[in-house]
């Protein structure tokens, strides 16, 4: 499952700040009247909102507007924004990808292994995973992107403008195209679908005659049991699955392809009836779980596949995300992998 999408309470911050720089001045300031603190308590609110409204002035003043349909709803950006600030992390890849400027990331974004020295070496600032203010005025963006639904919205579009998207709304391939849209840089999103299909067209037919009519598994232990993934939830799914067409088993098909969410969540008990005879596996990143819990477990060392050593780690953290630079990392080891099966 992706991470959590954590709330931005920008005015939240900007309140909390105001209350204590108010509290401050009330303290050394005896003969401050109230009037006059509530005189600076305004002064100070306009000049932070000024200070938001000069960034998105300054960062927009020369750059060309044109009218983009975000999945919600159209809004005007910059013809060719300069300077992103993408609040998804698993979008991030996707503007690595392209060449596009992200002057401002989430931690978990910064953190995977696929893009990380991609990042530092363009000055990507690290903004944590609770994004504050100040950070995010002082990096002057141009545009936002963000997931539907994300709280703070209209407090972001005071800085620059937003561009929403819906996660899983689109394969891989076509929110490529899209974001080359969204960038300008529609060709070199075209160049680097071509590409990429010509790779899996290379590889498919050695893959699916290494694994047969082998099934393969997706597995992650977590605190109550295990997730299994499928065709659009990261950690391989989109190659094993999409591009190359490999069976789950029955089970896993049903409820983690067929049905469309991408996962299904079981209990240890159930665990053979979801096991492949190959198995791609990783604790899950979203909780401290010891894995082992599973790994020790008798049911999962008398798997066929773990008894024919047919098992392979994923990344917990870095191979949970799906953007173009993580999967052509993910291509190689799996398509290694699954060759060596044959």
């Not at 870095?318 to 990392?329: K, Q, W």
Request: aromatic share 8%; with cysteine.
């Amino acid at each position: 499952m992706r991470k959590e999408r954590k709330p931005i309470w920008i005015m939240m911050a900007l309140i909390m700040l105001l209350v204590l720089g108010a509290c401050g001045q009330s303290a050394t300031t005896k003969d401050t009247t109230g009037d006059s603190t509530n005189a600076a308590a305004e002064t100070e609110t306009k000049a932070v909102s000024d200070s938001a409204s000069s960034a998105s002035t300054e960062a927009n003043s020369e750059e060309e507007l044109v009218t983009y349909q975000s999945d919600a709803g159209e809004v005007q950006v910059p013809k060719n924004p300069k300077r992103i600030i993408d609040l998804t992390s698993f979008s991030t890849g996707y503007f690595v990808a392209l060449d596009a400027p992200v002057v401002g990331a989430l931690s978990g974004a910064m953190n995977n292994k696929y893009i990380k020295d991609q990042l530092a070496a363009s000055g990507t600032i690290d903004l944590g995973e609770t994004p504050t203010p100040e950070k995010m005025i002082s990096l002057k963006p141009d545009l936002f992107i963000v997931y539907t639904g994300t709280e703070g919205i209209d407090k972001l579009e005071q800085i620059a403008p937003v561009v929403q998207i819906a996660y899983g709304k689109r394969n891989f391939k076509d929110l490529m195209l899209e974001m080359g849209k969204l960038t300008n840089r529609e060709d070199a999103a075209k160049a680097w679908n071509a590409q990429w299909e010509a790779k899996i067209n290379e590889l498919k037919p050695k893959v699916q005659e290494a694994v047969g009519d082998r099934t393969v598994s997706i597995l992650n232990p977590y605190a109550k049991g295990l997730f299994v993934f499928g065709h659009n939830y990261g950690r391989g799914g989109e190659i094993i699955y999409g591009e190359f067409g490999l069976k789950a088993p029955p089970k896993a098909q049903a409820e983690a392809i067929d049905s469309g969410t991408g996962w299904a969540s079981i209990s240890m008990e159930l665990l053979p009836e979801y096991a492949g005879d190959i198995i791609f596996t990783s604790p899950w990143s979203g909780d401290k779980t010891d894995p082992k819990i599973v790994y020790d477990n008798t049911l999962w060392k008398n798997l066929p596949a773990v008894k024919a050593n047919h098992v392979f780690q994923l990344d917990p953290t870095s191979d949970s995300y799906n953007d173009p630079l993580t999967l052509e990392g993910q291509l190689q080891f799996i398509s290694d992998s699954l060759l060596s099966e044959k």
